[in-house]
């Protein structure tokens, strides 16, 4: 029998993703702020946060109060009102250093500019006089400018372009590659200062007819985006026409190029009539109007004071004050109402330690963010360390998606069989009893705790479930238990963890299985076994195994497969091995793999044939 030697591996593909969500308050900072439109910081370690106002003026708080004189006043310059004004503002990395900054607004002839500016002799007064326009955009209308601007992880600037207003995108800007109106724009304002450079690397660079400085389009009005300062990933909440709002979000892995579907699809609907959804990227949530009508962009949560929000981007409607957190749960989204405040919201802000902050543009203040400092969890986020499926069955290795227990990215496992009950300062109980963990990891930003579900809660049909940080403990979720929940780890979600049993190394295809060969592979949720080892303790690697006490079947290629022994893996905690013998008969390539157990089968995955 195979024991420890492949616990790191086993360790390495229990790591996966998904979060739950959980209430907010709001607490004031500072009123007097006329029409805000955007809340930024520096980056230069001062702590300053920059609120801009519609009108052309950006002031500064600091230190808990509001500086008297305005960092930069360009009023005379810009158009404001309605959906026009100064509208965004971006620091470059190592704005410490090159004293310059740009903005987004509307000239008095309500046409966009990007321009830089530079600061003066005084660290909170910007030299009103050091304008250098960087680009130019015609406003056909007076709506869906957009406004944003921001820096991106890889140093480009990124400008969110509305499709240049009325309704309905009568000039057909947001499909129209040959307009920067409807689009994400990427350029670069920092190799030559003052001067804007085409990144060679944005995606239409060399297509004919396509404006170079694009990055994304089919976009509506993009008020608001943001990166997610842990992974680089983009989001972007589309303002929506008479029925839908929506968020859309770039993996930061995205080469760019993506269609949004403005105007053939509003949210998940067709616009146009009969519109094909081909070659569209769609949002990954949306919410109809009445009363709401405005979505407003804003962060995924990445501070440390409130963990429980760690891992939920918050956005919200202008019109209701709604704010929403949304998360990933497995291969999905998951969504929840966080607070319904009231407020006219009109953008987040996010200081330099990734706490954030809002704007009540009906009174003129910005609000501080506060959550929770417990953990956070829910029932759709305890699930089957192999399949991910949601619930769990006893004596199992389970997953749960957890908020607040781990910080940074990495992992800790457990160093010694039996299992420890608390392990980086987190400990799960299951109906009352310790579960034994095995790792508490951050996985691009993404916290996770893999754990044993003790046996003592076998032949139930639920358990209450809590996770603790440092002793403080989350909102307790009620999770379904199943007798069996057969599924075979992976390497990728795809392709099955399978083991030559004659030499103990991986089936790759470069090593693939062989008609007759001996074989097994590592599954969970295979139920109750004999001669049961207690709970955070390893399975016997002697006789009497622990084998379980129904009967396993493995099915290659749909032909069955002998199996020679399921039940526990010796040395493990919660890990079932089963040894099977492959038939033959079956194809060469990558063929289905599935285990069997009374009346239930495991996810299908793939296993290489020679």
């Not at 509305?162 to 129209?176: I, K, T």
């Not at 009363?291 to 004071?305: A, D, I, Q």
């Not at 089957?384 to 908020?403: D, I, M, R, W, Y």
């Not at 910080?407 to 800790?412: I, L, N």
Request: proline share 6%; with cysteine; hydrophobic share 40%.
């Amino acid at each position: 029998m195979r024991t420890r030697s492949l616990l790191t591996g086993i360790v390495c593909v229990l790591l996966a993703h998904g979060l739950a969500a959980q209430e907010i308050k709001l607490t004031a900072l500072v009123s007097g702020i006329s029409a805000p439109t955007d809340i930024q910081n520096s980056g230069d370690g001062s702590g300053r946060l920059f609120l801009v106002q519609q009108n052309g003026i950006i002031r500064i708080y600091q230190n808990g109060a509001l500086v008297s004189t305005p960092f930069l006043d360009i009023r005379s310059k810009v158009t404001s009102g309605g959906e026009r004004g100064l509208l965004g503002l971006a620091f470059p990395p190592g704005f410490a250093t090159k004293q310059r900054f740009f903005v987004n607004y509307t000239d008095l002839n309500g046409n966009t500019v990007i321009a830089q500016y530079r600061v003066s002799g005084s660290a909170n007064v910007a030299d009103a006089a050091s304008e250098t326009a960087l680009l130019r955009i015609n406003q056909p209308f007076e709506n869906h400018n957009g406004g944003q601007l921001r820096f991106g992880p890889d140093g480009f600037l990124y400008i969110g372009m509305g499709d240049g207003g009325s309704g309905g995108d009568p000039l057909g800007n947001g499909q129209n590659r040959n307009a920067l109106l409807g689009k994400m724009l990427r350029i670069d304002v920092e190799t030559t200062p003052g001067t804007v450079v085409i990144p060679p690397s944005n995606p239409f660079v060399n297509t004919a007819s396509v404006r170079p400085e694009i990055w994304a389009y089919g976009l509506r009005n993009p008020w608001r985006f943001s990166f997610d300062r842990e992974t680089g990933d983009l989001w972007i909440a589309d303002v929506g026409q008479n029925a839908w709002e929506e968020v859309n979000f770039q993996p930061a892995s995205s080469k760019g190029g993506e269609n949004y579907g403005w105007n053939r699809m509003e949210g998940f609907h067709c616009y146009t009539n009969n519109c094909s959804m081909a070659g569209l990227t769609l949002p990954v949530v949306e919410y109809a109007h009445d009363p709401e009508c405005s979505v407003t962009g804003g962060f995924m949560y990445r501070g440390n004071t409130w963990p429980g929000l760690r891992g939920t981007y918050l956005y919200a409607d202008y019109c209701s004050g709604k704010i929403w957190g949304l998360e990933r749960q497995g291969s999905g989204w998951s969504n929840r109402l966080l607070l319904s405040s009231g407020f006219g919201i009109t953008t987040f802000g996010e200081d330099e330690a990734g706490e954030l902050y809002l704007d009540n543009a009906n009174n003129g203040a910005i609000y501080r963010v506060e959550g929770s400092a417990a953990p956070r969890i829910n029932a759709s986020g305890v699930v089957n360390a192999a399949s991910f499926a949601p619930g769990a069955t006893a004596g199992s290795l389970a997953t749960v998606f957890a908020s607040g227990v781990r910080s940074t990215v990495g992992s800790t496992s457990a160093d010694r069989v039996p299992l420890p009950t608390t392990l980086g300062q987190v400990s799960i109980t299951v109906n009352g009893t310790p579960a034994p963990i095995l790792a508490v990891a951050n996985a691009n930003g993404r916290e996770q705790v893999n754990f044993q579900v003790p046996w003592e809660v076998a032949g139930q049909s639920n358990a209450t479930f809590v996770v603790s940080f440092s002793g403080t403990p989350s909102v307790p979720a009620n999770v379904a238990l199943s007798e069996m929940q057969p599924a075979i780890y992976s390497s990728d979600g795809t392709q099955a963890v399978v083991v030559h049993n004659v030499d103990y190394t991986l089936v790759t295809p470069s090593k693939p299985l062989v008609a007759g060969e001996y074989a097994f592979l590592y599954a969970a949720g295979l139920g109750r076994v004999t001669n049961t080892p207690a709970t955070a303790a390893g399975a016997t690697g002697v006789a009497p195994y622990s084998t379980t006490q129904t009967s396993v079947g493995v099915r290659v290629a749909n032909l069955p497969a002998e199996v020679q022994f399921a039940g526990l893996a010796p040395g493990f905690v919660g890990v079932y091995q089963v040894n099977f013998r492959m038939p033959t008969g079956v194809p060469s390539g990558s063929q289905d793999l599935v285990l069997t157990e009374s009346t239930t089968s495991s996810p299908v995955l793939k296993v290489p044939v020679q």
